[in-house]
Nanobody, 125 residues
Framework: QVQLVESGGGSVQAGGSLRLSCVAS????????MGWFRQAPGKEREGVAA????????EYADSVKGRFTIYRDNAKNTLYLEMSSLEAEDTAMYYC??????????????????WGQGTQVTVSA
């Protein structure tokens, strides 16, 4: 089992920056991928960014490429999402996710087994 706890959300004006953190505990050595997902009111949860535990390769949704950066500090068992040039459309609940599975598409919800409770990000225009 793996437990995930997010932090770092908040309110920011458009153009601003935020960094989200996700502390993982439990059987973290077994994880293949970790990622960030988000869900805006009235919309489905969508993949934002993911990182491979082994190769450190990253994948981003088109909507955040060039603005968001995902990285992981293995020594601290912490996953980060650095967000810049935030837009009102980025407003959502952000969730940290992790999995021991492998797949070609690492931004789909069904790949992930473990989820955090979420942290709210609100961007005002």
């Amino acid at each position: 089992q793996v437990q995930l706890v997010e932090s770092g959300g908040g309110s920011v004006q458009a153009g601003g920056s935020l960094r989200l953190s996700c502390v993982a505990s439990g059987l973290t050595a077994s994880l293949s991928f970790m990622g960030w997902f988000r869900q805006a009111p009235g919309k489905e949860r969508e993949g934002v960014a993911a990182i491979s535990s082994f190769t450190k390769t990253t994948e981003y949704a088109d909507s955040v490429k060039g603005r968001f950066t995902i990285y992981r500090d293995n020594a601290k068992n912490t996953l980060y999402l650095e967000m810049s040039s935030l837009e009102a459309e980025d407003t959502a609940m952000y969730y940290c996710a992790a999995t021991t599975r492998f797949g070609l598409n690492v931004l789909i919800l069904s790949l992930y087994e473990y989820w955090g409770q979420g942290t709210q990000v609100t961007v005002s225009a």
